[in-house]
């Protein structure tokens, strides 16, 4: 293999400071969380009973698919639940809109995991034993192989009805494949494109509830976990459609903003609708009368009448939900940790905090395209070009100090140099086949003068050779998510490592909304990234590990002519990942890793900053929460924990519901929040 070199610089990675996760999950079979069948009868809570009554609402057994998904009681940590109470998150983001598929982001933190349902799922895998490990059923209620394998046919729920009644099935799966991935002039929010699923691959509908994949692999298993949240959540074709630039008079973003976040009582297949925004101030989601899942007993879920999320930011979620005012945070700005195990640690304490494995990550990244992608003036070209060059890597990985990067962020046991690639600790992960370059300015220096950077001015900044942009200081722009403190204290770090190394770095710190755009459309030299779940689980995004398709990789995409000016090693990155979307043989995949990590940290197809862990806080009224749930793993902790299924019991209930006694839109009662 060429681009594995023979040991000569780099070292393993330190050890990471010792901290154990604060609880294990009880591993389990997919069949015991979960299955579909119809139940003798049905329930919902008398309120809802009530808009039946007065001949609102259809009955619940004729809003429900006719084998719905039921939830075990045995993997329910507390037992089957109440009806009543609300959750209260915090967020830092704000939506664009409702068209998730069509590009519009609604602000994270879960708003679109409680509203857009997907074809898989993946949150709960956490608590699957490894060797069965595979995506559960969500919309997709069973499938199969063909024979050879290049075929995969998927009963959808049968019956299940969006939340304004209107029915759910194929024609909203194509509609989500035809006219939203495979039309690339869509970038649906999660970053679906049609590589994301492998080259060449067709889907067809067979019938209103079956529909069948085509793939150029014998039984690719992995792209089920493409169908998974982000990728495969397909959207109300009966209102999207009319406003695709396909069959309107529409451009690609006014389809994008035809539902804006004012536009209520947006049709959901999720267990939440929303029905009131408050632009900085909140969004308030209530259940969805039609939602597909239920308990043993046949009790509709979700059991939650209510979530909202408060539009402010993402370290007021730790605060207030440490205080009590909100009732659910990811714990993963370490700026908030030492302060927030304080405080947990009281008796009075309102939220319980929990941490998991280290699995939230920076890296920077070096934008790779050499051709064009992004549009490059003539000065970022010149930084691409850099980029391109191993030497020019090496200095900078070398001028990097993580240590003091990470204690910039806290002191203590979480946070821990991290190489790049694959985080230490995750399955995946092997130690030997990680290259880590330490802090050494020495050799950072060398490198750059290798790569033909001198400081001919003077200034403190070194130059372009005469002859590559005009030979003037090299100064780079890095793109960083404003919304976060994390973000910009590592990046306002790196910044100031780099000037001791003699190179400029201007901040382009721009809202998490924007961000996307500017990654995907690669108007970048540098950014800093906090890291998907593939570089975690590595069966999840896996096709996002190389620029394996023009459009699947992070930092490295097709440029204007429509190719990828690929380099050796990322050309042995991308044999080596689709080896391992080919392969179904364990030990195999494991050394493809091996192999990939090797290649990944000697070459700097990145470079990583730092990883911790991160801890989830969750206020105690709240029962069913699964032993081990981390804030990330295949996919954030509002999937993990199964939102649906979380109860307040009778006795710890508020009268926190800010809409009471109201269901979204209901046929024939107008639009907007109504009351009994
Ligand atoms: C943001 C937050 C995460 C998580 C996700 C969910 O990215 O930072 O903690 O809540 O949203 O989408």
Not at 40 to 69: I, N, Q, T
Not at 84 to 89: A, E, K, L, S, V
Not at 564 to 593: C, G, H, W, Y
Not at 632 to 640: I, L, S, T
Request: with cysteine; hydrophobic share 35%.
């Amino acid at each position: 293999m060429s681009a594995v070199f023979a040991q000569t610089e780099w070292t393993t990675p330190p050890d990471p400071p010792e901290f154990a996760a604060q609880s294990e999950p009880v591993f389990v079979s997919g069949s015991d969380i979960q299955e579909y069948k119809a139940l003798p009868e049905y329930h919902e809570p008398d309120f809802v009973k009530a808009f039946v009554d007065a001949g609102k609402l259809p009955p619940v057994a004729e809003r429900l698919p006719k084998e719905p998904l039921v939830f075990k009681t045995p993997n329910m940590p507390d037992g089957m639940g109440v009806y009543g109470d609300t959750m209260r998150h915090v967020i830092g983001g704000r939506p664009d809109g409702w068209n998730y598929i069509g590009g519009a982001t609604q602000g994270w933190g879960g708003i679109d995991i409680g509203m857009y349902e997907c074809l898989t799922r993946t949150g709960p895998l956490f608590q699957v034993k490894a060797d069965e490990l595979e995506p559960l059923p969500n919309l997709a209620k069973s499938w199969e192989w063909s024979e050879d394998g290049h075929e995969l046919t998927m009963h959808l729920i049968e019956g299940a009805k969006w939340s304004d009644g209107e029915p759910f099935g194929a024609d909203d799966v194509m509609f989500y494949w035809e006219d939203n991935v495979l039309d690339t002039n869509v970038a649906p929010t999660g970053g679906a494109t049609p590589e994301s699923f492998g080259e060449g691959t067709t889907l067809e509908k067979i019938d209103d509830a079956t529909v069948k994949w085509t793939f150029k692999q014998a039984k690719p298993t992995q792209f089920l976990y493409a169908m998974a949240y982000g990728t495969f959540c397909p959207g109300p074709a009966h209102i999207l459609k009319p406003q695709h630039p396909k069959y309107s008079e529409n451009n690609y973003d006014q389809y994008k903003n035809a539902f804006p976040p004012e536009f209520l009582n947006f049709p959901v297949m999720g267990a939440w609708v929303p029905v009131e925004y408050r632009p900085d101030d909140v969004i308030v989601l209530r259940r969805n009368p039609y939602y597909w899942k239920v308990d043993e007993n046949g009790n509709q879920l979700p059991y939650l009448n209510e979530v909202s999320y408060r539009l402010s930011t993402w370290a007021d979620r730790d605060v207030q939900t440490i205080a009590g005012t909100a009732d659910f945070s990811n714990l993963e700005q370490p700026e908030n940790f030492v302060e927030s195990l304080r405080r947990a640690a009281e008796e009075t304490a309102p939220a319980r905090l929990q941490f998991g494995a280290r699995t939230i990550g920076y890296t920077l990244y070096p934008n790779l395209s050499g051709n064009g992608w992004g549009e490059p003036n003539e000065l970022s070209q010149a930084v691409r070009e850099l980029n391109r060059n191993i030497d020019f890597r090496k200095a900078i990985t070398y001028a990097i100090d993580r240590k003091s990067l990470g204690e910039s962020l806290v002191k203590g046991p979480f946070t821990t140099p991290y190489p790049g690639g694959l985080y230490a600790g995750t399955s995946f992960y092997d130690k030997d086949s990680t290259a880590f370059f330490g802090y050494d300015m020495d050799k950072a220096k060398e490198y750059l003068a290798k790569a033909g950077l001198e400081d001919t001015d003077g200034n403190g900044v070194v130059n372009f050779p005469s002859g590559t942009a005009g030979g003037q200081d090299v100064q780079i722009t890095m793109l960083v998510n404003a919304d976060y403190t994390t973000d910009k204290s590592l990046a306002e770090g790196v910044l100031a490592q780099m000037e001791a190394l003699g190179i400029r770095v201007i901040l382009d710190t721009v809202s998490g909304n924007s961000l996307a755009e500017y990654q995907q459309g690669g108007k970048y030299d540098w950014a800093i990234l906090r890291n998907g779940s593939d570089l975690v689980s590595v069966v999840q995004g896996t096709a996002g590990l190389a620029p394996v398709g023009p459009r699947t990789a992070f930092s490295h995409r097709a440029g204007t002519d429509g190719t990828l000016d690929l380099m050796p090693f990322e050309q042995e990155m991308v044999d080596t990942v689709n080896k391992f979307i080919a392969s179904a043989d364990n030990a195999e995949r494991a050394d493809l890793m091996k192999t990939y990590q090797q290649i990944y940290t000697q070459n700097l197809y990145a470079i990583g900053l730092t990883q911790y862990p991160g801890a989830l806080l969750i206020n105690k009224r709240f029962a069913n929460i699964p032993a081990g749930a981390p804030i990330f793993q295949f996919n954030w902790a509002e999937d993990n924990v199964i939102r649906e299924r979380l109860y307040v019991p009778a006795d710890k209930q508020t009268t926190n519901e800010l809409h009471p006694n109201t269901l979204p839109n209901t046929p024939g009662v107008g639009n907007g929040p109504i009351s009994n």
